[in-house]
């Protein structure tokens, strides 16, 4: 099951496949969906998350919290919209676009994908341009 919130932030429309896509990603890694919770919010919200949790006191765009158990992706998933904003306009990629790339990035993350050496982030990268060209919305 997954399932959007927002904290702090105004509610967005989101697109209505978009559970269905990110469904698709966790099966084409060869996993099972389990309880997903994306809380997409502003970036004081998950400042604190990222301060009161990892002890890190700078913004972020996404953090997740991985409760996977063998091949069932669960977790809950924050994601800043303010900082998806910003990257869209830095990266000039366009809202939606750079929003589906975090959600994604997150999935991957509770995959088991990391993103900490020059060779992991390539290969997260990689990851998200493969799922967002494979499963447009």
């Known amino acids: 099951m997954i ?3 927002f904290e702090n932030t105004d509610e967005i429309a989101l697109n209505p496949d978009i559970k269905s896509w990110l469904k ?8 099972k969906p389990g309880i997903l919770n994306f809380i997409l919010c502003d970036d004081a919200y998950l400042l604190e998350i990222n301060r009161q949790y990892l002890q890190h006191d700078y913004f972020t765009d996404i953090i997740s919290f991985d409760y996977t158990k063998g091949k069932i992706i669960s977790g809950d998933i924050f994601v800043s919209l303010q900082r998806i904003s910003e990257n869209a306009s830095q990266f000039d ?20 994908y990391h993103d900490k050496t020059e ?9 998200e341009n493969y799922y967002l060209k494979t499963f447009p919305l």
């Not at 698709?24 to 996993?31: D, F, Q, T, Y």
């Not at 990629?93 to 088991?112: A, D, P, Q």
């Not at 060779?119 to 990851?127: L, T």
């Open 24 to 31: 698709e990603v966790i099966i084409s890694e060869n996993k």
């Open 119 to 127: 060779a992991e982030i390539n290969e997260m990268r990689s990851k």
């Open 3 to 5: 399932q959007f919130f």
């Open 93 to 112: 990629s366009g809202f939606e676009e750079e929003l589906k790339r975090v959600l994604v990035h997150g999935i991957l993350h509770l995959c088991g």
